[in-house]
């Protein structure tokens, strides 16, 4: 099959390792990890154009995202059929499997994940807070400038009780990382913060299944054209409903 993947750029090494290995012609996309942080309509949106972008000799367009948010709730398939992991984020995908990822989130609280393109391309922790309610850097003298010091103090102080939940750091080694120096930056981070640290196996075993076309419906839903993704309050986690356009 000749496929499409627009993915996320935290997937990135992952991604590569795969395709170069697919029986599929896999052409790759990536599109930056801070699209989350524009909120869902802004990133339904980058996510539509790249996907009515896809020329019409593709078999199918595969998105490397899961729920993300709600982000890619309204997407519509519209020339080729959309295929995408049943997820809620993209820990689901270094873990493996939906099942895996709720059992270790039900036996593990407070755990804050790491791989290696959350160290290469995500922001710094200590931003996540005001990017995603603010869509900008938590850069002190900005805030101030955005909102008043008053505010912008507020703001800053409200960066770090969003912490205050997270008791350890776990590193998922994927398999594509090239020496331990990722290991080592997650350690050093959670050392720093006073956090436990783990080390997890993590399993390519999803991502795999997406590249080579194993699209079995527990796994991942099919959007047809003319249908769109809507989001499910139950195991299987996205559907599809009439796009009505």
């Known amino acids: 099959m000749k496929l499409k993947l627009i993915s996320c750029e935290i997937i990135y090494r992952e991604i590569c390792a795969l395709v170069a290995r697919s029986r599929n012609q896999v052409d790759v996309q990536f599109l930056p990890k801070g699209l989350h942080d524009m909120g869902s309509p802004l990133m339904r949106q980058r996510l539509q154009e790249a996907i009515d972008a896809v020329e019409e000799s593709y078999d199918a367009v595969l998105l490397g995202y899961a729920l993300c948010g709600n982000g890619v709730a309204g997407v519509k398939a ?35 994940f790491r791989t290696t393109g959350w160290i290469e391309r995500a922001q710094a922790l200590d931003q996540l807070s005001v990017q995603r309610t603010h869509s900008l850097g938590a850069d002190f003298q900005k805030l101030v400038e955005k909102y008043g010091e008053e505010n912008a103090r507020y703001l800053w102080e409200q960066i770090g009780n969003t912490l205050n939940h997270y008791r350890k750091l776990a590193f998922i080694e994927m398999g594509v990382e090239p020496d331990g120096s990722f290991e080592q930056r997650a350690r050093e981070e959670a050392a720093n913060r006073k956090w436990d640290f783990e080390k997890i196996p993590g399993d390519l075993s999803l991502l795999r299944a997406l590249v080579e076309g194993e699209w079995n419906e527990d796994r991942f839903l099919i959007v047809q054209p003319g249908q769109k993704i809507v989001m499910l309050y139950d195991e299987r986690i996205i559907g599809v409903e009439p796009a009505n356009d």
């Open 78 to 112: 519209r020339r080729h059929p959309v295929v995408l992991p049943r997820a809620h984020d993209c820990i689901t995908f270094f873990m493996g499997s939906k099942e895996r990822y709720l059992e270790y989130f039900q036996n593990n609280s407070g755990v804050y």
